[in-house]
């Protein structure tokens, strides 16, 4: 089975400038998760998406921050502008639902580097 | 809101010698916790999960325990190894297939 897929592994850019990343979760996954994980914190949740409606966005910025996830399936997230705190991992996972207990699959992170 | 304590410094044992890591909560107890597992570069990886009416949970060399009274999960690795060395994560339930996560706990298996 394949796992979830993430790109681009690293990116570098400038504050200011504007960085997408993709997602691509396990088939048959119908939760999405996108995480920030900033060096030596846990992940922190910045949207939950089932199929492709939005269950939880609460600690997403929106002034900036965008994600979607058009037909249930692979999911974009986006930063527009980029500023310095932004540094860090985002980590996309992917569960079932088959219940209220799900085990969340993760994918290798976007390492993000703002200059 | 939900507040996670695990040792933010990291825990080095000797090869053989029995890891055991800490997770603390503050609020309401949730229905479940679960342990992640999390190498450099990489996302984490799920190990255990254990249930509010369960007081132990144990897989292979990998025990976990967890006190609703002491608002606490205790993850235990016996026999460690080297290849034990990673950052280890725990979950808590915050309902409808979300979790918070603390921030992980480095342990380093010294040969």
């Known amino acids: 089975e394949a796992g979830v897929a993430q790109s681009p592994r690293y990116k570098i850019i400038e504050k200011r400038q504007s960085v997408a990343f993709w997602c691509n979760p396990i088939s048959g996954h119908a939760t999405l998760y996108w995480y920030q994980q900033i060096l030596g914190q846990g992940p922190k949740l910045l949207i939950q998406f089932q199929n492709n409606g939005v269950v939880d966005d609460s600690q997403l910025p929106k002034d900036r921050f965008s994600a979607e996830r058009l037909k249930g399936v692979d999911s974009t997230l986006k930063i527009q502008p980029a500023k310095l705190e932004d540094s860090a991992v985002y980590l996309c996972?992917?569960?079932?639902?088959?219940?209220?207990?799900?085990?969340?699959?993760f994918g290798p992170g976007t390492r993000l580097t703002v200059l | 809101s939900q507040k996670i304590e695990q040792n933010s410094e990291a825990l080095n044992i000797q090869e053989g010698k029995t890891a055991t890591l800490t997770c603390n909560y503050t609020?309401?107890?949730?229905?479940?916790l679960q342990w992640y597992r999390q190498d450099p570069g990489r996302g984490p990886v799920f190990l255990l999960l254990i249930r509010e009416n369960e007081k132990e949970k144990r897989k292979e060399r990998l025990k976990v325990t967890f006190d609703t009274t002491l608002k606490q999960s205790l993850f235990h690795i016996t026999a460690s190894q080297p290849a034990d060395s990673a950052t280890y994560l725990c979950a808590l339930d915050m309902g409808y297939q979300k979790v918070t996560f603390g921030t992980g706990t480095k342990l380093q298996v010294i040969p």
């Open positions: 609020n309401y107890s949730p229905a479940y």
């Open positions: 996972a992917s569960a079932p639902s088959g219940g209220r207990v799900d085990t969340q699959y």
